[in-house]
C-alpha cells in the first residue's frame, strides 16, 4: 500500500518536471496529492482501539545502497497527516488558475509531500533525517524560485542550521542507546541524555518558527509563491512540532527533562518562549505594512501558542495545542490564498496601496472573514475552542506569567485581523476594475474554510480524532462529549453559545427587517460636506500607518529585535572569515609551522 | 423543567436590556446634575431609540455595514447570556470568564466591521483607536482576572459568585488593589470621559458611527446601553458578589438579590459617571502608556500577592 | 419588506408614535456659518439647557435631525449646507437663526449672500434677530416641536416633491453666468 | 524715521513712513528694508483711484527693532495693470495677491497660483472694482431665482 503512494508521488513529480503548461501539471498534482489523504483516511478506523505500537501491518521497508528504512505509521503521526495532507487538495486546487506556466512549483511541491509523508511514516531516524533533508531541500527549492536574496539566503542558513542540529542530536541518541528504531530507543530511554533531546527539539524548532529561531520567516512568507507559502506556515510548521512531540512526549522526553533538572523548568522554559514569540508576534503583527509579512508574523504569534501548549504538558494543554495547531493550518492557509487571490487580481502586496477589494471580490472576502474570526479566536469559530483549552491549562497550573501574555496577545489579534480586513478589503474603493478570483481559487479556499465550521458545533470530533494520539504518547485525555468539553475548572459548551446566538439573533433581525434601506455608494459619505469629486481626489483610505501612536510607544523597545541580532551575527561572521583568510599566505613556510604547532596540539592533548 | 428555565433567562435578558437603556437616560441626567443643568427625562434612552428605529429613509453601505447591526445586538445580548444576573445563572454555567472574554469582542469586531465598511476615514481612525483602547484596558483587566481565578481555583464566574457568599471578593486585602484597577479598566470598557477617545465627537466626528443613521444608530445605542449592563454586572460579578443576597430558592430571595444587584451596579456606574464629569479625554498614546506601565504594575503586584496567599 | 411602513400597522397611528418620538428627541447638527454659532453654547449651558427637552449637538449629519443654519450664507457654503441637508435622513428639519437667510439681512446688497434661503432648503422655522438671544432660540426649539406635534413640520417632504424646482434654483446659484456686456 | 534715513525718499504720514516709488524699483527698496530691520510683511493693499483712473498697490512692513510701520506705494494704470510678484522676497506675498488678483484683476507675472482663491465660479469680473455694481448684480443673480410653487391641495 505505501509503496504505491509513494511510486504515484515520484512518476507524478517526474512528470510534472517536464509539462510546460501550469493547467496540466495542477490537474496531475491534484491527482497525485489526494492519493495519501485516502490512505491516510482509510487507516482512521484502525486507530480507535489499537495501541501505541510501531509494528503495525501496514508498514514498509526498503533499502537504497544497502541502508533499510523502516516506515511505519502510528497513531500521533496519523493526525499530523491527516492535518498536513488534507491542506494539499484545495492548495493545488487553488494553484489550477494562479499558475499560467509552470515555474517549478508543481514538481518540487509533490517532492515536498513525498518527503513530508516519508517523515510522518519513518519509525527509525535514518529515515527520519533521510526524508528531512529531502523536505529540506525541495522547500528550498521552491523558495529559489522567488529569486529574492535575502529570503534564499535566510532559509538555506537556518535549514542547514537545524539539519545539522538533529543530525548532532541522532547522533548522540546512536552512541547512548546503540540503536536508531523507534521502538527500541523507547523501550531503553533512561540512557538518553538530556543534552540530545533539546538538540533535536532545537532542530524542530527551526522548522516551526519559534522566536529565537523566526528570522527566517517574514522574509521567505513574504517572498515564495502564495501556495507554497500556504503550504510551508499552514503543513510544514506543522511536521516541526511533529517532531518536537515525538522527542518530548512519544518517546519520554519531557520525563527524562523533568527528572534530570528535578523539576519542570525546562518544558515551563519551552513555555515562555511559546508566550514571548506570541507576544512580540502580535506585536510586529500589527506595524507591518506589507500584508504577506504581516500574515507571517501572525504566524509566528499563532505557533507560539501551540508551543505553549507543548511546553505545558498536560493532558489539556497537549488538546488545546494540537487543536490550535489544526485550526492554524486550515484559516492560514486561507489567508495566504486569500492574498494570493487578491494580488492574483490587483498585483499588490502593500496594505496602504490595496483598499475595497471586498466590494469586488466578495466570495474571497467571505473566506478571508471567516479564517480571520477563526484566527481570532472569536467563539462563533472553532478558534476558540482550542485557545480556551491552553488558557484552562494554563490557570489550572498556575502558571501566572504565561497567561497574561498568552490573553493578550490573542487580543492583539483583533488589531492586526482588523488591519487585513479593513486594509485590504473594505474602506475606499480603489480598485474598481477587478474581478473576483477564478473559481477554482474560491473552491480550495472554501475547501479549507470547511473544517473550521465543522469543527465549531462540534469540538467533540476533534478531540476524538486526538484520542488515540494522546492516549498513546502517555498524556492521558480530557472529558468531552460532542459539544461540551469539561475541565477541572469550567466547562465550554458550544451548542449553548450557537443556539444562544440565533435565539438572540432575532430581535436584531427584526429591528434590521423593520425598515427598508436605501444602498448609498462610498462616494456619498460624510466628509464635512465636501463633495468626493470636488477637488479632484480626496484619499478617503485611512489605512497607511495605521496604527501609528502604538507604534512610537512600542517600537523603541523593540528596536533591537531578533533580526536585528542575526544581521549583527552575519557581520561578526563575515569579519571571522575575513581575518581567517589571512591564514592562507602562499608562503610554504607558514603551512609548515602550521602542521608544527598543530602536531604539538594533539601531541599535548593525548598526554594530559 | 427546561421551558421554565429558557423562560427565566429570556426574561432576565429582556429586563437587563431596559435596564441597561433606563441607565443612558439616568447617566444623563447625573451628568446634566453635576453641570448644575435640569438635564434630561429619565426615560430620554427610550425615546432617543424609539426616535431612531422610526426613522423613514434609512441608508447602507452594503451587506457588511448591516452585519454590524446584527453583530452589535447579538454580541452584547449573548455576553449578557452567560453572566450570572442577580444570583440567576442564566447560561453561565455552560461558559467561563475566558467565554465572556471573547463574547464582548464579537460585537466590538462587528462594529468595526461595519465602520470600515462604511468607507468613511474618520470612522477607520476611530475603530483604531478603540482597537488600541481595547487591547491597553485588557492587559490589567485579564491580570486581576487570572488572580481571581488563581485564588477562588476556577474560570468559571458562576462559581466564583457562588464562592463569594460568606465574603465579597473586595473584602480580601488584594482583591481591594484589584478591584481599583478593574474599575480603571471599566472606565476604558465603559468609554467614559477620560477614555472616551474611539468616539470623540470633535475631532474624529463620533469615530465609528460617524456614518450610522436611522435603525442601524439604533441597534447601536441598545448596543451601548448593553454593554453598560455587561460591564458593570462583569465588575459586579467578580469582586461584590454577584449581588446574592439570600440564597434560599423563594420568590422572595429572587426579588432581594435583583435589588442588590441593581442597585450595586447602579454604584458602579454612578462611580463611572463621576469620573466621566471631572475628566477631559485623554490622547491615545497616553492611555495606552497609562494602562499598560502603572495599571499593569498595579495588578501585577496584587497578582503576585494573591500567588503567594495561594502557595502558603 | 417594511414590517411597519403600513402594512401590518396602520400608516396613521403608526405615524403619531414616531412624531411624538422625534419631538421629544431632536438631535441637531449646526452647520456654524454665520456668526450665530455662538449663540448656542448658551442655548446647551446650565441657564438654558435644551437637553431636558432631549435636543442634543451631533457630530454627523446622518445622526441627527434638526439642521441649525446660523447666519449668513455665501454661495461657496449653500454648496456645503444642499450637500448635508441631502446627507440627513427624513423625518429632518431645518431651523435658520438671524435675519441674513430671511433676506440678507445688512448683506442685502453684496454679490456673494444668499439673499432667501427657503428658495433653496425647505426651512421650517425662521428666528428672527441679528443673531437671536438665548430666549429667541429655545423659543424655536419649542415652536418646532409644536409643529411636529401637529404634523405641519413637513420641510422635508416639500424638498421630495418638489425637488426638481429646488435644484434648479440651486443650479441657478452655483454657476450664475451674465452676459459680458450688460457687465462693466 | 529710520525707513526714510533709509531710502532717503518720502514722508512722515499719520505716525508712518510713506514711500512713493514706482513698479522697478518696489523691489529693490523692498529687499532694503528687509534687510535692516523690517521683516514683518504686515500687509499688501489695493486702493481703486477711480476718479484718476488707477490703481495704487501699497506695501506694508514693520519692524519690531525700530518699533516702525513703512508703507511703499506703486501707481498703476487700471486698465490691464500688472506688477512683477515678490514671493521671493516673502513668501506669504503671493496669498496677497492671488486675493489682489482675483478682487482688482491686477495681474502678478512670475506668480503661478493666480487661480480662482476665494470666488468659487465666479465668471464675472472682479467684484472689489468701484466700477462693479453689487446691487444691481444681486438683484439680478438672486432676484431672478423664482419662488418655489407649491400646488394648493393640502394633502401631502
Redo the contacts between chains.
Keep these: 500500500m505505501l509503496e504505491l503512494i509513494f511510486a504515484v508521488l515520484l512518476i507524478a513529480a517526474f512528470a510534472t518536471l517536464f509539462i510546460k503548461s501550469g493547467r496540466i501539471a495542477a490537474i496531475i498534482s491534484l491527482i497525485a496529492s489526494a492519493m495519501p489523504l485516502i490512505a491516510v483516511m482509510d487507516w482512521a478506523n484502525d486507530f480507535g482501539i489499537k495501541a501505541f505500537s510501531f509494528g503495525v501491518e501496514n508498514s514498509m521497508d526498503f533499502s537504497i545502497a544497502g541502508i533499510t528504512m523502516h516506515l511505519s505509521i502510528t497513531s500521533f503521526a496519523w493526525f499530523f497527516a491527516v492535518m498536513v495532507f488534507s491542506l494539499l487538495p484545495p492548495i493545488f486546487l487553488f494553484s489550477y488558475s494562479f499558475f499560467e506556466k509552470n515555474n517549478g512549483f508543481f514538481p518540487f511541491m509533490l517532492f515536498l509531500i513525498t518527503a513530508v509523508f516519508g517523515i510522518l511514516l519513518a519509525s527509525d531516524f535514518l529515515t527520519l533525517f533521510f526524508f528531512w533533508e529531502l523536505m529540506a531541500a525541495s522547500s528550498f527549492i521552491l523558495v529559489y524560485i522567488s529569486r529574492d536574496k535575502k529570503a534564499i539566503m535566510s532559509y538555506l542558513a537556518f535549514s542547514v542550521l537545524s539539519a545539522v542540529l538533529i543530525l548532532v542530536g541522532i547522533a548522540l541518541l546512536y552512541s547512548q542507546s546503540g540503536t536508531l528504531i523507534f521502538s527500541d530507543i523507547v523501550l531503553n530511554a533512561d540512557k538518553v541524555t538530556v543534552s540530545a533531546i533539546i538538540l533535536m527539539v532545537a532542530g524542530f524548532a527551526v522548522k516551526s518558527a519559534l522566536m529565537p529561531l523566526h528570522a527566517w520567516a517574514p522574509f521567505v512568507y513574504s517572498k515564495a509563491d502564495e501556495p507554497f507559502v500556504a503550504f510551508l506556515s499552514g503543513g510544514l510548521s506543522k511536521v516541526g512540532y511533529y517532531g518536537m512531540f515525538f522527542m518530548l512526549f512519544a518517546l519520554p522526553g519531557a520525563k527524562i527533562l523533568h527528572q534530570y533538572f528535578n523539576s519542570g523548568v525546562a518544558t515551563y522554559l519551552l513555555a515562555v518562549i511559546g508566550a514571548i514569540s506570541a507576544f512580540i508576534g502580535t506585536l510586529l503583527a500589527f506595524m507591518e505594512d506589507d500584508l504577506r509579512k504581516l500574515l507571517a508574523y501572525s504566524s509566528i504569534a499563532q505557533l507560539g501558542y501551540i508551543a505553549v501548549g507543548f511546553g505545558i504538558g498536560s493532558s489539556l494543554a497537549m488538546a488545546g495545542a494540537l487543536f490550535q495547531a489544526f485550526n492554524h493550518a486550515f484559516f492560514k492557509s486561507v489567508l495566504f490564498l486569500a492574498a494570493g487571490a487578491v494580488a492574483y487580481r490587483t498585483g499588490k502586496w502593500k496594505i496602504s496601496e490595496l483598499g475595497g477589494v471586498g466590494y469586488k471580490m466578495p466570495f474571497t472576502f467571505m473566506a478571508a472573514l471567516f479564517a480571520i474570526f477563526a484566527l481570532a479566536a472569536i467563539p462563533i469559530t472553532s478558534g476558540f475552542a482550542a485557545k480556551w483549552l491552553l488558557y484552562e491549562a494554563a490557570v489550572s497550573n498556575k502558571y501566572i506569567f504565561i497567561t497574561p501574555i498568552m490573553l493578550i496577545a490573542g487580543v492583539g489579534a483583533f488589531l492586526y485581523s482588523f488591519r487585513i480586513l479593513y486594509g485590504v478589503f473594505l474602506g475606499e474603493n480603489r480598485h474598481d476594475d477587478i474581478k473576483e478570483a477564478p473559481l477554482p481559487m474560491i473552491a480550495g479556499m472554501f475547501l479549507l474554510v470547511l473544517p473550521l465550521i465543522i469543527f465549531l458545533i462540534f469540538p467533540g470530533y476533534m478531540l476524538d480524532m486526538m484520542h488515540s494520539a494522546l492516549v498513546d504518547a502517555g498524556i492521558g485525555t480530557i472529558s468531552h462529549t460532542n459539544y461540551v468539553i469539561r475541565t477541572g475548572t469550567a466547562s465550554y459548551n458550544t451548542l449553548a453559545v450557537v443556539i444562544g446566538m440565533m435565539v438572540v439573533m432575532i430581535p436584531a433581525f427584526l429591528i434590521y427587517v423593520l425598515r427598508k434601506q436605501k444602498k448609498v455608494d462610498f462616494k456619498d459619505n460624510f466628509l464635512a460636506g465636501e463633495p468626493y469629486e470636488f477637488y479632484g481626489y480626496i484619499s478617503m483610505h485611512a489605512a497607511n500607518n495605521f496604527y501609528k501612536p502604538i507604534e512610537d510607544v512600542i517600537m523603541p523597545y523593540l528596536r533591537k529585535g531578533a533580526i536585528s541580532f542575526y544581521t549583527a551575527l552575519y557581520n561578526a561572521m563575515g569579519r571571522v572569515s575575513d581575518a581567517s583568510r589571512k591564514i592562507y599566505t602562499g608562503l610554504s613556510q607558514d603551512y609548515t609551522i602550521y602542521i608544527i604547532i598543530f602536531f604539538f596540539i594533539i601531541v599535548g592533548w593525548l598526554i594530559w | 423543567m427546561v421551558v421554565e428555565k429558557i423562560a427565566v433567562i429570556a426574561l432576565y ?1 429582556t429586563i437587563a436590556m431596559f435596564v441597561g437603556i433606563l441607565f443612558m437616560g439616568v447617566g ?1 441626567k447625573i451628568v ?1 446634575r453635576v ?7 429619565v426615560y ?1 434612552g427610550f ?2 431609540i ?2 431612531l ?10 451587506w ?1 455595514y ?1 452585519l454590524a ?2 453583530f452589535s ?2 454580541g452584547i ?2 455576553t449578557i ?2 453572566l450570572p444576573i442577580g444570583g440567576v445563572k442564566l ?1 453561565s ?4 470568564a ?2 465572556v ?3 464582548l ?2 460585537p ?2 462587528g462594529f ?2 461595519g465602520a ?7 470612522a ?2 476611530g ?2 483607536r478603540a ?2 483602547m ?2 491597553s484596558y ?2 490589567p483587566f ?2 486581576t482576572l ?1 488572580a481571581l ?2 485564588y477562588y ?4 464566574i458562576a ?1 466564583i459568585v457562588e464562592m463569594q457568599h460568606a465574603k465579597w471578593a473586595i473584602m480580601i486585602p488584594p482583591f481591594v488593589l484589584a478591584a481599583a484597577v478593574a474599575d480603571m479598566a471599566l472606565q476604558g470598557m465603559l468609554m467614559e470621559a477620560p477614555f472616551d477617545i474611539p468616539t470623540a ?2 475631532e474624529i ?2 469615530g465609528p ?7 442601524h ?3 447601536l445605542m ?1 448596543y451601548k446601553a448593553g454593554t453598560i449592563v455587561a460591564y458593570t454586572t462583569l465588575f459586579v460579578d467578580l469582586f461584590l458578589g454577584g449581588g446574592v443576597v439570600m440564597h434560599d430558592g423563594s420568590v422572595l430571595a429572587y426579588l432581594a438579590n435583583f435589588a442588590v444587584w441593581f442597585i450595586l451596579i447602579f454604584l458602579v456606574f454612578t462611580l463611572s459617571l463621576l469620573i466621566n464629569t471631572s475628566f477631559p479625554r485623554f ?3 497616553q492611555a ?2 497609562f494602562y499598560w506601565k502603572y495599571e499593569a504594575l498595579l495588578a501585577f503586584i496584587s ?2 500577592w494573591v ?1 503567594l496567599m ?1 502557595i502558603s | 419588506m417594511g414590517l411597519f411602513d403600513g402594512d401590518i400597522m396602520k400608516y396613521e397611528d403608526w405615524n403619531k408614535i414616531s412624531r411624538i418620538a422625534s419631538r421629544k428627541s431632536l438631535w441637531m447638527v449646526h452647520f456654524c456659518t454665520g456668526c450665530g454659532a455662538i449663540e448656542l453654547p448658551p442655548v446647551m449651558t446650565s441657564r438654558y439647557d435644551m437637553e431636558r427637552f432631549g435636543m442634543g449637538p451631533m457630530a454627523t449629519p446622518r445622526q441627527a435631525d434638526v439642521l441649525l443654519i446660523t447666519g449668513y450664507l455665501t454661495v461657496k457654503t449653500l454648496k456645503r449646507v444642499v450637500n448635508v441637508y441631502e446627507q440627513m435622513q427624513s423625518p429632518k428639519y431645518v431651523i435658520s437663526f438671524g435675519s441674513c437667510p430671511i433676506n440678507g439681512g445688512m448683506y442685502w446688497d453684496s454679490y456673494n449672500t444668499v439673499k432667501r434661503l427657503d428658495r433653496y432648503l425647505p426651512v421650517d422655522v425662521y428666528v428672527g434677530g441679528c443673531m437671536p438671544r438665548p430666549e429667541g432660540v429655545m423659543n424655536a426649539f419649542l415652536e418646532l416641536m409644536k409643529l411636529i406635534d401637529e404634523g405641519k413640520a413637513r420641510g422635508w417632504e416639500k424638498y421630495q416633491k418638489y425637488y426638481e424646482q429646488y435644484k434648479r434654483n440651486q443650479k441657478m446659484a452655483f454657476n450664475f453666468e451674465r452676459e459680458k456686456d450688460e457687465g462693466a | 524715521m529710520k525707513a526714510l534715513e533709509l531710502i532717503g525718499k518720502g514722508e512722515e504720514m499719520h505716525g508712518r513712513a510713506y514711500i512713493k516709488s514706482d513698479k522697478e524699483e518696489a523691489s529693490s527698496i523692498i529687499k532694503k528694508l528687509k534687510e535692516n530691520g523690517f521683516d514683518h510683511f504686515v500687509m499688501l493693499s489695493c486702493v481703486d483711484w477711480i476718479d484718476n483712473n488707477e490703481f495704487e498697490l501699497v506695501y506694508h512692513l514693520w519692524s519690531y527693532e525700530h518699533k516702525e510701520h513703512v508703507m511703499v506705494s506703486i501707481i498703476l494704470p487700471r486698465d490691464n495693470p500688472s506688477m512683477s510678484s515678490m514671493h521671493e522676497l516673502f513668501p506669504q506675498i503671493e496669498t496677497y495677491e492671488r486675493e489682489i488678483h482675483e478682487m482688482y484683476g491686477v495681474d502678478f507675472e512670475g506668480n503661478n497660483r493666480l487661480t480662482p482663491f476665494m470666488l468659487e465660479g465666479w465668471h464675472d469680473m472682479p467684484p472689489m472694482r468701484k466700477d462693479f455694481d453689487s446691487k444691481k448684480f444681486a438683484e439680478d443673480v438672486f432676484d431672478s431665482i423664482p419662488e418655489i410653487k407649491e400646488e394648493e391641495d393640502e394633502g401631502i
Design positions: 435578558t444623563r446634566a453641570h448644575n443643568r435640569v438635564g434630561p427625562p430620554q425615546i432617543d424609539a426616535k428605529l422610526t426613522k423613514k429613509t434609512n441608508i447602507s453601505h452594503g457588511i448591516d447591526l446584527l445586538m447579538t445580548m449573548l447570556l452567560f447560561l454555567m455552560e461558559g467561563d475566558f467565554l472574554l471573547y463574547l469582542a464579537i466590538a469586531l468595526a466591521l470600515g465598511a462604511s468607507g468613511n476615514p474618520n477607520a481612525i475603530v483604531m482597537l488600541v481595547m487591547l485588557e492587559l485579564v491580570i487570572i481565578m488563581i481555583d476556577t474560570s468559571s462559581q465627537p470633535h466626528a463620533s458611527m460617524a456614518e450610522f443613521g436611522g435603525k444608530l439604533g441597534a441598545i490622547r491615545i498614546e495606552f502608556k497578582l503576585i500567588y495561594v
